[in-house]
């Protein structure tokens, strides 16, 4: 089946302006999440999705950034105000709801977000 | 606060040659541990989780709580072994949802 896709899969922009990145999770995945891969670093957490409400927002790092997810699938990280340290690859995953305890997040293949 | 340490950029072996890549990490209580891989131009996936004990594509990764590593480990490497390797924790603390990666180590394999 199809796995997590994610669009655009580059966007450059200039500092300032707003952009939305889209994610799309596997078919029946309750929970996604949102992460952020600078150069030379591992993925940093950003949000948590369980349904149609954030579960988790602690790793945002300011008010610029936020997400919404309104009908339980797809999901749109928004950024406002660009900043050059915006710069990164925004990666998303997905995860089935189950037992409790972790569930295996599987990995879209990621927009590169360049701010000029 | 929750930290995992990877202390190799880049680990450079020959083929055939045994491969240790290093995690270490710090955590109050008891994470579970991942190891992620990347292969060249393809998405991040899950390699092992240490709660499921397995040998995946003959990499294996021990648990040590007393030394907080949870070191991966081949014993002959394969070209096509190379690739970024992330270590990752998932703690009580966030229900076991969200992940912590580690900066990665590049594995390079030459024949």
């Known amino acids: 089946g199809a796995g997590v896709s994610q669009t655009p899969s580059n966007k450059v922009t200039e500092k300032g302006k707003y952009v939305e990145l889209r994610c799309d999770p596997i078919?029946?995945?309750?929970?996604l999440y949102w992460y952020r891969q600078s150069l030379g670093q591992g993925p940093e957490f950003l949000i948590y999705?369980?349904?149609?409400?954030?579960?988790?927002d602690s790793g945002l790092p300011n008010d610029r950034f936020f997400a919404v997810r309104p009908e339980g699938s797809v999901s749109t990280l928004k950024i406002q105000r660009t900043e050059r340290g915006d710069s990164a690859v925004y990666l998303c995953?997905?995860?089935?709801?189950?037992?409790?305890?972790?569930?295996?997040?599987?990995f879209g293949p990621g927009t590169r977000l360049t701010v000029l | 606060a929750q930290r995992v340490t990877q202390p190799e950029k880049l680990l450079s072996v020959f083929k055939g040659a045994p491969v240790e890549l290093k995690c270490n990490y710090s955590?109050?209580?008891?994470?579970?541990l991942f190891w992620y891989v990347q292969y060249s131009r393809q998405r991040l996936q899950l390699l092992l989780r240490?709660?499921s004990r397995e040998s995946i594509k003959g990499f294996t990764a021990d648990l040590n709580k007393g030394e907080t590593s949870f070191h991966l480990k081949k014993p002959f490497a394969q070209e096509e072994d190379s690739a970024m390797y992330y270590c990752a924790l998932s703690g009580p603390g966030s229900g076991y949802s969200t992940l912590t990666f580690g900066k990665g180590t590049m594995l390079l394999v030459s024949p």
């Open positions: 240490h709660i």
């Open positions: 995953a997905s995860s089935a709801a189950g037992l409790a305890g972790y569930n295996e997040q599987f």
């Open positions: 078919s029946g995945h309750t929970a």
């Open positions: 999705f369980q349904g149609t409400g954030a579960a988790d």
């Open positions: 955590y109050s209580g008891s994470p579970e």
